[in-house]
């Protein structure tokens, strides 16, 4: 399976469906974009996840909360992830490697979903809280992603009206 | 009058005063800290123009938009900024100049207000898309200040409880 | 003209050819790839500034520098802009708009330049110093172009070994 | 041991010394401060590390190379990051909670250490290079530090000249 393939599928793993990020970033387009299609939205999202860069911000972020789930490393750090205390904030610096490479529409998005948690990003956050998983990184994930898809589907649009 | 005393002018000379500011950071923040006073969140708004980054960016931003708005410059990128097309991302990147020095909390509540819009900057906004004055830099500026007083508020009360 | 045109012509008015940001982009990448040729340098340096991240990073980097060059804004700033002083950092935080949409190899190669000052980038600087032109935001964007192609190289020939 | 103690040590235990980095921000700031002391810098260095954001960032960059030297999670990213090859970037943006909250000459510094490799980040590069520890991660940290003591140096300067 190629790198892109088996970064959807642990994504899949973890409880996130493209379908799931394309309807955040769909609810933060409908109101500036006509007729917005699902199907395009869906594509966006894909063409978000295909970069290298995603790829590997998903995986080294995806590295990361599993190895503090597991217990892997230095106690001091585990914790501090685990906890994912207010001032930890290297998991949405690592996420804006995906924001970064697609504008500053991709930015103030990330920073609105981040705050707004809607859907899946709520989910994640959640198992993350309780304590069922480390989501500390893969949430940051998640805002990013959406985020950077609805800065592409503003561009697009721009292009063809 | 030293450089300070004359950022804080400016601004209220285009009708931003500090308790505007302060305003919206009292709101990010009310939910996460117990007691929290107006007084002590003008206080850290004022740390956060005091410095020098600031400063520099607030200026800059206030030379763009009066430029701009009385035309003396190239017409090409006069319109693109008076206009604040979706796509232009200047405005965004300029702010950072205070958000970045302010850390992850700063950009997170930075993306949010610039989605959000509440008081102050909505004014600042239609003031703007009503073409009544030039405000694309500046909405973005306030957007960071009280963005980033927000972020010194959850550090301050991070290290007192 | 269109505005691809229209910013290609500014530039060269300020001196500055796409052959001379092409010989920074060569020098930066050509112990990476082999058989590196100078034609395909100028067409990802074309490619950066097509953009339209880039077209408004550039001109509203030439319209500050311009005002600031003829004294049309605030005193204040005008000379803390004019004489670039090292703590004048939004010229850097401007060029990021560019730089950014690229990637990290860009980032890198951004501050790098910036402190070398090689080729052209020397030549503004010292237009900017010696109080002929201002130059402050130009130069800056100047990097920020030369370190994006470099990073786009990268990236192609990644893909194509 | 408190966390600021402990981060120092566990450098040491990589074998990067205060001493080691304060010789690289030396480097960068003798020309532009007179009568520069060595313990002046090794302070800033001090200061730099002391940061909540640089502790999390320090640390997560030492989870992330252990883990990936031991084997200890998916085969795929621990190849991408222990290649380290040119188009990984996340351990660049990862060092960035450090750098950004020291403004645009930490930056650009950062970008040039990044290229130059000088001292102790070239010995960190050949560990890597030659697969005797992974330092993926770990030597654009020492980057990131060594340039925002030389931003603090900076700021500290102007404000006592």
Do not use: W
Not at 81 to 109: C, F, M, Q, R
């Amino acid at each position: 399976m190629d790198l892109f393939n088996s970064t959807i599928l642990k994504l899949e793993q973890k409880g996130i469906k493209i379908d799931d990020i394309a309807e955040i970033t769909f609810d933060l387009q409908k109101s500036y974009i006509n007729d917005l299609k699902i199907e395009h939205v869906k594509e966006e999202v894909i063409n978000v996840i295909k970069k290298r860069e995603s790829i590997n911000a998903i995986l080294t972020a995806l590295l990361i909360d599993e190895v503090v789930e597991k217990n892997l490393a230095d106690k001091d750090i585990c914790k501090i992830i685990s906890d994912d205390e207010g001032l930890y904030g290297v998991d949405e610096i690592l996420a804006l490697s995906i924001v970064n490479v697609h504008g500053s529409i991709a930015l103030t998005n990330f920073g609105y979903l981040d705050k707004v948690k809607p859907g899946i990003i709520k989910k994640l956050d959640d198992l993350g809280k309780n304590k069922i998983h480390c989501t500390t990184f893969l949430d940051d994930i998640v805002c990013a992603i959406a985020a950077s898809a609805a800065s592409r589907l503003a561009h697009y649009n721009k292009k063809t009206t």
